[in-house]
């Protein structure tokens, strides 16, 4: 059975850094689609940045371009995002999700993700 299981949560003041990984087990990330996701309480889950590990795009939403970085370590399975400059507002639980890519498109936020980890919390105190 596919697994996710993210890491790395946990609180930080403001201006912080935290990296999240998202490891997974029972197959290669090798032409996978990896998501971060995260939602804050009582607001909707927002997309947050992915990665097509094929060929290493990425997409980041607007808002977080330039803080937040995701990456690839194909060696380990691995996807990780570096989150700087943390907010009080960035306060979620985050989730990473998978999918199988399709071929010729890169990842998008927008796509329904088969598999998703359990989620890490990640708190940032003002």
């Known amino acids: 059975e596919v697994q996710l299981v993210e890491s790395g949560g946990g609180l930080v003041q403001a201006g912080g850094s935290l990296r999240l990984s998202c490891a997974a087990s029972e197959f290669s990330f090798g032409d996978y689609w990896i998501a971060w996701f995260r939602q804050a309480p009582g607001k909707a889950r927002e997309a947050v940045s992915c990665i097509t590990t094929s060929d290493g795009s990425t997409y980041y939403v607007d808002s977080l371009a330039g803080r937040f970085t995701i990456s690839n370590d194909k060696a380990k399975n691995t996807v990780y995002l570096q989150m700087n400059s943390l907010k009080p507002e960035d306060t979620a639980v985050y989730y990473c999700?998978?999918?199988?890519?399709?071929?010729?498109?890169?990842?998008?936020?927008?796509?329904?993700?088969?598999?998703w980890g359990q989620g890490t919390q990640v708190t940032v105190s003002s």
């Open positions: 999700a998978a999918d199988h890519e399709l071929p010729g498109y890169g990842c998008s936020p927008l796509y329904e993700y088969t598999y």
